[in-house]
Antibody
Framework: QVQLVESGGGVVQPGRSLRLSCAASGFTFSSFSMHWVRQAPGKGLEWVAL????????YYADSVKGRFTISRDNSKNTLYLHMNSLRPEDTAVYYCARDRGYSYAHNLDYWGQGALVTVSS | IQMTQSPSSLSASVGDRVTITCRASQNISIYLNWYQQRPGKAPKLLIYAASSLQSGVPSRFSGSGSETDFTLSISSLQPEDFATYYC?????????FGQGTKLETK
C-alpha cells in the first residue's frame, strides 16, 4: 500500500536550517509529482512547494521562495524539503503529499503523517 | 488565486444535510478538490475535479460546481463527519487552500 513517512522535524533556532525527508513506498515514486503542505498550530492548510516527477520543475509559495528548496532522489524514493533562514512563522506540521496528476485535477491523494517543525530561540 | 470558503464554522446534527461553499477569485474550471481533516490527522481527499468521488469515500459526500463557485454537500451527517473541510484549487501554482470550514455537533 502507498506510504509516505516524514522525518527530520524538531526544534530549531531562528535563522538556522533544517531538512525534512519523506520516504515513499508502495508506488512508483519516480512517476509522480510531489508536494509539501504545512499547517501552523491551530491554523489552516498552506501549500508550500511542488516538484515534478523527475525533479526538473519546482514551484514555491511566496512565503518560502528563496529560503526553501524542494528536491527528490528517485533512486532512494525520497522527497526532501531544505529549509534555510527559518523564522518563527515557519513553525508548523509539514506534510508531504502525492500528486495524482493532470487527469485527476492534480489532487493530493496520499499524505504522510506530518513532521512538526518548531522555530524558537 | 484566492479561495474563500463559507461558512467558517457550521453546527449540525447527525442525519442533517449540510453544504459548504468555496469561491475562487478567478475561473479555475473544475480544478477544485475537497479534503477532510480530523484533529491530529493528515488531510484526506474526498472529492477531486469538483465532482468526482475519491475511491473509498462514502456516497453521502458529493461535490458540484465549475469556474468560480463550488459546493461540497454531505447528505446525511454521520458522527465521523464532524471535522474540518478544505477546498483547494489546482488550476495553477500556488495551489491555494480555502481557510477551512469546521463542522461541529449542534
Amino acid at each position: 500500500q502507498v506510504q509516505l513517512v516524514e522525518s527530520g522535524g524538531g526544534v530549531v533556532q531562528p535563522g538556522r536550517s533544517l531538512r525534512l525527508s519523506c520516504a515513499a513506498s508502495g508506488f512508483t515514486f519516480s512517476s509522480f509529482s510531489m508536494h509539501w503542505v504545512r499547517q501552523a498550530p491551530g491554523k489552516g492548510l498552506e501549500w508550500v512547494a511542488l516538484t515534478s516527477y523527475d525533479g526538473s520543475t519546482e514551484y514555491y509559495a511566496d512565503s518560502v521562495k528563496g529560503r526553501f528548496t524542494i528536491s527528490r532522489d528517485n533512486s532512494k524514493n525520497t522527497l526532501y524539503l531544505h529549509m534555510n533562514s527559518l523564522r518563527p512563522e515557519d513553525t508548523a506540521v509539514y506534510y508531504c503529499a502525492r500528486d495524482r496528476g493532470y487527469s485527476y485535477a492534480h489532487n493530493l491523494d496520499y499524505w504522510g503523517q506530518g513532521a512538526l517543525v518548531t522555530v524558537s530561540s | 488565486i484566492q479561495m474563500t470558503q463559507s461558512p467558517s464554522s457550521l453546527s449540525a446534527s447527525v442525519g442533517d444535510r449540510v453544504t459548504i461553499t468555496c469561491r475562487a477569485s478567478q475561473n479555475i474550471s473544475i480544478y477544485l478538490n475537497w479534503y477532510q481533516q480530523r484533529p491530529g490527522k493528515a488531510p484526506k481527499l474526498l472529492i477531486y475535479a469538483a465532482s468526482s468521488l475519491q475511491s473509498g469515500v462514502p456516497s453521502r459526500f458529493s461535490g458540484s460546481g465549475s469556474e468560480t463557485d463550488f459546493t461540497l454537500s454531505i447528505s446525511s451527517l454521520q458522527p465521523e463527519d464532524f471535522a474540518t473541510y478544505y477546498c483547494q484549487q489546482s488550476y495553477g501554482t500556488p495551489y491555494t487552500f480555502g481557510q477551512g470550514t469546521k463542522l461541529e455537533t449542534k
